[in-house]
């Protein structure tokens, strides 16, 4: 889960060791960024702290100009939809970039200068791509120096929050917590790991009876623009109830393939209620948009790992999709191997 890189503000920390020269520059060439300008931010899970402006040269070149030095924290480089995203540990001077703006939403993009940065963004074009296995992640995540390149690689774990992965994030919650005491980072990932642990006990009390062949729970939740909208409104279609969220990169990722069978199968009785998991409803919204989710059941009570709708469906991690048949009854849920177009074509056809 990951926007798509899932990002958290350090607040002034420090575990690194800087050498006594301050000062550090990030600079570089974007091709088509000519004439442009852009924001470099440090950025919260879902907040956006604005450093400076920065405007592209006719070449694409640009520069930033950090004079305290780089501290230890998560950034991006902000050019209008896109972003390229950062990770110091706070030993960076002179971090080079080789990008171009066609490209850089699926973070196809160099950064020298950077070891954190490096690491995180070949980890994460190579799960993306299919060119790493989990046990390589999690080796990756277990032995990084930086805790906040492991929270974030975590987090990109399809189904990261299920009952396997615990162990897994509590040993990085540990880390957060003696390296970065008292942080957002720590605070907020303790929280994300204990709604994990608590979805898991209800899981194992049996809580729910979300389950296939059963009825589908109803949701009643909040469009963008105030209107409740109900999951049981749809009876009588094949419905996609889509778990996900503007911060999750394995969420953002499989958003063409689910627009793709929309338009596919929208003519024959095919609905989609997404459920997004936001704190922020600017970026929730920003992300529909951008991701050209064009169906009209889309909502949210912006609570994060603690909705309502999450909480009945006991979602651990996202996405999470269920498919409910013109009956209202569940006849599938997305596990490794769920060909969405696969189980259409049965419902439809």
């Avoid at 729970?217 to 094949?238: E, F, H, R, W, Y």
């Avoid at 498919?323 to 599938?332: E, F, Q, S, V």
Wanted: glycine share 6%.
């Amino acid at each position: 889960m990951k926007k798509f890189l899932f990002f958290i503000v350090l607040t002034s920390l420090s575990f690194a060791s800087c050498s006594d020269k301050k000062g550090a520059t990030i600079s570089g060439t974007i091709k088509n960024a000519a004439g442009l300008d852009g924001m470099f931010e440090e950025v919260l899970m879902q907040q956006a702290l604005p450093i400076q402006k920065v405007s592209f040269q006719p070449d694409g070149k640009f520069s930033i100009s950090m004079p305290e030095g780089a501290k230890v924290g998560i950034y991006r480089l902000k050019i209008g939809q896109k972003q390229l995203n950062f990770i110091f540990n706070g030993k960076e001077k002179n971090v080079e970039v080789e990008a171009d703006l066609a490209t850089l939403q699926q973070a196809n993009y160099s950064v020298k200068g950077s070891t954190d940065t490096e690491l995180y963004l070949k980890t994460f074009n190579d799960l993306a791509t299919n060119q790493t296995t989990l046990d390589n992640i999690k080796k990756t995540i277990e032995t990084a120096e930086n805790p906040l390149l492991s929270m974030l690689l975590a987090l990109q774990i399809r189904d990261f929050g299920a009952p396997e992965f615990l162990d897994l994030h509590k040993n990085v919650s540990a880390r957060l917590d003696k390296a970065m005491p008292g942080s957002r980072y720590a605070m907020d990932y303790s929280s994300v790991l204990t709604t994990f642990q608590n979805q898991v006990a209800m899981e194992k009390a049996g809580a729910t009876t979300v389950a296939i062949g059963q009825p589908a729970p109803d949701i009643a939740l909040p469009n963008p623009d105030g209107k409740t909208m109900k999951l049981s409104d749809l009876k009588g279609k094949v419905v996609l109830l889509d778990f996900w969220a503007s911060w999750c990169g394995p969420c953002r990722r499989a958003n063409p393939s689910v627009v793709a069978a929309y338009n596919r199968f929208k003519s024959k009785g095919f609905e989609i209620y997404s459920v997004s998991l936001d704190r922020e409803k600017s970026k929730w919204v920003e992300a529909i948009e951008q991701d050209g989710l064009n169906w009209a059941y889309h909502v949210s009570d912006l609570k994060f790992w603690q909705s309502q709708a999450a909480q009945l469906y006991q979602v651990q991690a996202i996405p999470q999709q269920y498919l409910i048949d013109r009956t209202g009854k569940i006849r599938a849920i997305a596990k490794a191997g769920f060909s969405l177009d696969a189980e259409l074509e049965k419902l439809l056809n």
